[in-house]
């Protein structure tokens, strides 16, 4: 399933981004890991209840047969590269229940790598209870701290332990994988969404709704789609304080990433931002349906999760992927998305994890963490 060195999919198809870019099928590290093409399927009669024109939904939740969800796309940059490099071990970093490390040490034992994570405390919820159980399913070693300085230290610690042990470095991913080559995973997105378009499995959106976390999704989104020639808008609702999804720290990561691909293939777009290339809006932060806090649900969060399960059987993530919706609505409900094609892009995973999680008991977790199971989830969390 996850092959040799090659730059193929796990289908045994060349990714768009090497057909488009040859320079970068020479230059980028590239593991197959996940499932794609994802299908694009159209939600009506849901849109037409909205009062959205068309509205489709990207089925990135089923982007790998053992977990879905965002980040398989960027893992199969990143992992590439820790193979590359010959590491025996990755570590990451994460919030308490981060999709992110759970999804890393998934695909890290998948490739025979060993996966620490190192988390920081976060407002409980059942999903970050699943999630733990399901990373320590997945063998991961979870480390928590109390915050980012002594997560530093630590780090260290771990990072040393590890050279010690296997002679070479742990390979270190970035907090949701969201550093340009990461990012290379969401331009390979959008230029497999242009491909769909062509073979007219969808329309060209005008919209394309989507988190904002470590901004990698919706980054790599909006330069893919500009290097394709397509003109929809990124409506990117910001889940995660300000400091860490700045419309500066957005420009710092287009530009980086823009720059490697150009450095790699000349024929892939620079983007120099802020600059005309994007000013016309192709890319929006929206900060009107963060909450309280990261990972704090919402009502209206609550709410879209509960009307897309119901109208579509799938989950909601109420820290991510149901504040993205519950701006859709919002959006849809003020008249704004009459006759325009919208694009959901689903970032959450949908696969079942409870072969994962049977047997695992919290009390093999850290005694951190366990706090995440003896204390009560926050009050909106019902599902
Ligand atoms: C990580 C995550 C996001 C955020 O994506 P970024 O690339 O970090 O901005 C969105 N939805 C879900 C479900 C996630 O796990």
Request: charged share 20%.
């Amino acid at each position: 399933m996850t092959g040799g060195m090659t730059s193929l999919d796990s289908a045994g198809r060349r990714l768009p981004l090497f057909l488009d870019y040859p320079g970068l099928e020479k230059g980028l590290p590239y593991v197959a890991l996940g499932r794609f093409p994802t299908p694009v399927e159209a939600l009506e009669p849901l849109g037409r209840e909205l009062g959205v024109g068309r509205l489709a939904i990207k089925r990135d939740d089923l982007s790998g047969a053992a977990y879905g969800g965002n980040k398989v796309r960027k893992l199969e940059f990143l992992l590439g590269a820790a193979r590359r490099a010959g590491a025996r071990e990755v570590v990451t970093v994460g919030f308490a229940g981060s999709n992110h490390a759970l999804a890393t040490a998934l695909y890290a034992r998948a490739l025979g790598l060993r996966c620490t994570a190192l988390l920081l405390p976060q407002v409980g919820a059942q999903y970050v209870r699943r999630n733990l159980l399901a990373g320590r399913g997945a063998g991961a070693a979870l480390r928590h701290y109390r915050n980012l300085a002594t997560l530093m230290i630590g780090g260290w610690g771990e990072f040393l332990r590890g050279r010690w042990r296997d002679g070479v470095w742990p390979y270190y991913i970035p907090p949701g994988g969201s550093c340009p080559l990461g990012v290379a995973g969401y331009v390979n997105a959008a230029l497999e969404l242009r491909d769909q378009i062509a073979a007219g499995e969808t329309e060209a959106p005008d919209r394309i709704y989507v988190p904002l976390g470590s901004m990698g999704t919706a980054a790599g989104l909006a330069l893919g789609l500009k290097a394709a020639g397509l003109g929809s808008q990124v409506v990117a609702v910001r889940v995660i304080e300000e400091r860490l999804a700045s419309g500066k720290g957005m420009a710092a990561l287009l530009r980086q990433t823009g720059a490697l691909l150009h450095k790699l293939d000349p024929a892939f777009p620079r983007a120099d931002l802020p600059g005309p290339a994007f000013s016309a809006g192709a890319l929006v932060i929206r900060n009107d349906y963060f909450g309280a806090g990261y990972a704090r649900f919402t009502e209206a969060g609550v709410r879209a999760a509960e009307l897309m399960r119901a109208r579509a059987g799938l989950p909601l993530n109420g820290a991510y992927s149901a504040k993205a919706f519950a701006a859709l609505l919002g959006d849809a409900a003020r008249g704004e998305l009459k006759g325009k094609a919208v694009l959901f892009w689903n970032t959450y995973n949908s696969r079942d994890l409870d072969a994962l999680i049977a047997g695992v008991d919290y009390h093999a977790l850290p005694p951190a963490l366990q706090r995440y199971f003896e204390e009560e989830v926050q009050p909106l969390d019902r599902t």
